[in-house]
């Protein structure tokens, strides 16, 4: 019985220091301070090639991030699709970018990443406005839900690093999802670092949302793709690509929401090479 009552009171402890925010923070020190395998650096030099042009310091906690979030994040194929160390730090190492420079930003309600070997087909049921129930096929490169989960398309996602200046990556269009779905559901709305943030962040979005659905709707061209006037969430999304792989043009052509993003990324890819 002692023995039953020790055992039971350790569970206890190991359940209680894991839950405490500096016991974590210890755990991923000791991670990111094992030595970042070789086979890795060369997945993100053959992979990943907006990786070459961050400066070192970003480099350097990009490479942690990857190591932190290998080690907690669980990643499961589809489709018998055996999961990869290339498959794991890619995707891994576009999740990160976008957590670089913000101090405990961890996906923290993202618990697992499927991931499919191509597009994959869903079924969705919805009811239109006579109150009809439809039941619509689409074909998805990737998904984030509210409920802990990133799915994605292999060869999309590869698809999508393999340009890095097209503003096209389905892998930072569904992680900054799952940034915003931090908030709740998804609104284009993720959590600012400063409350005084969001009313300059909601002006600027408004504006260049309702710019870039008068533009769908003449058809005139726009740096964002037209997936982005949906709605805000995929605008958030949709903006989130071209601000990591277009920065120039971005900066350029909508000044006012590239100075947004970099406040809330803390980061200006202006600067890298
Ligand atoms: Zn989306």
Known sequence: MPALLITAVGLLLVAWFAGQPWWRERQRRRVRQQVFPAAWRDILRRRVPLFARLP???????KGLIQVFLAEKT???????????????????????LLLNRPGADYPRLRQVLVYPGSFVVERDHTDGIGVAHRARQVLAGESWSQ???????????DGAAVPD??????????????????GHANGAPLLARRAHYQRWSAVLSEEFMTLQARVTRGAPSLFNDYGATDPAEFFAVVSEVFFEQP???????????????QFYQLDPLNWA
Do not use: K
Request: hydrophobic share 40%; net charge negative; proline share 3%.
């Open 56 to 62: 070192p310091d970003l480099q350097h906690q990009l």
């Open 75 to 97: 990643f499961i194929g589809c489709q018998e699709l055996t999961i990869t160390d290339e498959m794991r730090v890619t995707i891994a190492a576009h999740a990160c970018l």
């Open 148 to 158: 802990g989960q990133v799915v994605l398309s292999w060869q999309d996602t590869l």
């Open 166 to 183: 097209d503003g096209q990556n389905v892998a930072i269009h569904e992680f900054a999802h799952q940034l915003d779905q931090e908030t």
């Open 248 to 262: 120039v043009q971005m900066a350029q052509e909508h000044p006012a929401l590239y100075q947004q993003f970099c």
